[in-house]
């Protein structure tokens, strides 16, 4: 190894081995929405990299990690317990990814005004996309231009990984997955798309805790964690997705990573800049949607080969993190 290169790793190492970071969320290992797969994953490469991760405000910490400012299940540090930690502790840096806004919501949980009111203390605000951060300063008036940055999400390639030798089903899958039951979810889509099967050379699988209606021709599976749910998500041809204002759209992610052409809805959100690098194809409405299908049908091999793999990794992600992280020590 050269030299030059030996001592900024073992530099970057000793920085490593002495931080100790406090994540506001305490990752679990079950089917639980995507910020909770990116928490596991920044978890898993901040420690191989020699970073102690804790999940309590206690002494010595370098850097506190906000991925939510409110108490919620898995989320047991707010802002008040931020504020007065700083308050005596003026050197800790504060790190906030903001993956999440009141606009997929109607605006009915007023999340936005925590956040805006932890970016008064933020020394460094990570948008998941381009979209999300656009909608703090445009919409919201936010002043977050100079301590902000974009990386948008990436998934487990230990899990989530093509099969690049799988050929177009006789009878095409669509596959879809969620977790919450929100109706910009795609509700009215799914429902449409369950009728509009039968007696056609598709079938419908979502993968999800229940369905947003009753399936009278889809298959309902599920809910799956790790590479049980990639392993389904592989099985299928075509993925779609429905949902309106996601911020980065962990199930699109997902999706691509396994290999499968994407259509996406046009009001996605962040989940367009996901879906324009992977040559992923929008629709505005279901009639749209249908003859998508059969565009993407006709040229299938095409469209699996414009998916860029490498970016979609976690460790990718995490390591863009983890050098945002370094810099501010």
Same mark, same amino acid.
């Given at each position: 190894?050269? &030299?030059?290169? +030996? ?10 081995? *002495? ?12 089917? +639980? ?10 978890v898993n ?11 309590e @405000? ?13 108490i919620? %299940?898995?989320?047991?540090? $707010?802002l #008040?317990?931020? =504020? ?5 502790? #003026? ?22 005004k ?11 605000i ?6 999300t %951060? ?7 008036k ?22 690049f030798?799988?050929? /177009? *089903? ?22 449409? /798309?369950?009728?509009w099967? &039968? ?11 229940? +369905?947003?209606?009753?399936p009278?021709?889809? &298959?309902?599976?599920? #809910?799956?964690?790790?590479?049980? @749910? ?29 290999? @499968? #052409? ?13 879906? !324009? ?5 929008? +629709?505005?409405d ?5 003859q998508? @299908?059969?565009?993407i !049908? ?5 469209? !699996?080969?414009? =998916?860029?793999?490498?970016?979609? $990794? ?15 020590k």
């Amino acid at each position: 190894m050269d &030299k030059v290169l +030996f001592t900024l790793v073992f530099l970057k190492n000793n920085l490593f081995s *002495s931080m100790k970071i406090c994540l506001t969320m305490h990752p679990q290992k079950t089917a +639980f929405g995507g910020g909770n797969q990116f928490a596991l994953n920044l978890v898993n490469y901040l420690e191989k990299s020699g970073v102690k991760v804790v999940y309590e @405000l206690e002494p010595g910490i370098n850097a506190i990690f906000i991925m939510d400012p409110r108490i919620l %299940k898995f989320n047991k540090i $707010d802002l #008040p317990q931020i =504020i007065n930690y700083k308050k005596n502790n #003026p050197n800790v840096k504060v790190i906030h990814r903001v993956n999440d806004c009141d606009k997929p919501r109607g605006e009915i949980d007023n999340l936005d005004k925590h956040l805006m009111d932890a970016f008064k203390i933020d020394d460094l605000i990570i948008f998941v996309s381009d979209w999300t %951060k656009n909608y703090f300063i445009k919409e919201k008036k936010c002043d977050v231009q100079k301590k902000s940055i974009v990386i948008n999400n990436g998934c487990n390639r230990n899990y989530f990984y093509p099969n690049f030798q799988k050929k /177009l *089903s006789n009878k095409i899958k669509i596959i879809t997955h969620h977790w919450s039951s929100n109706a910009f979810k795609g509700k009215d889509i799914y429902i449409k /798309l369950d009728e509009w099967i &039968k007696d056609k050379d598709y079938e419908f699988i979502y993968i999800g805790r229940e +369905f947003p209606g009753t399936p009278k021709n889809s &298959k309902v599976i599920g #809910p799956f964690f790790g590479l049980e @749910l990639a392993n389904h998500i592989r099985e299928g041809d075509i993925y779609i997705s429905a949902s309106q204002w996601e911020n980065c759209p962990m199930h699109v992610v997902e999706a691509f990573a396994c290999g @499968l #052409p994407v259509l996406y809805y046009e009001n996605i959100g962040g989940g367009v800049e996901i879906g !324009k690098s992977h040559g992923g194809e929008s +629709f505005k409405d279901f009639e749209e949607l249908t003859q998508k @299908l059969e565009i993407i !049908k006709n040229n299938y091999d095409e469209y !699996k080969k414009k =998916i860029n793999h490498k970016i979609l $990794d976690s460790d990718l992600c995490s390591k863009k993190y983890t050098e945002e992280i370094l810099k501010l020590k």
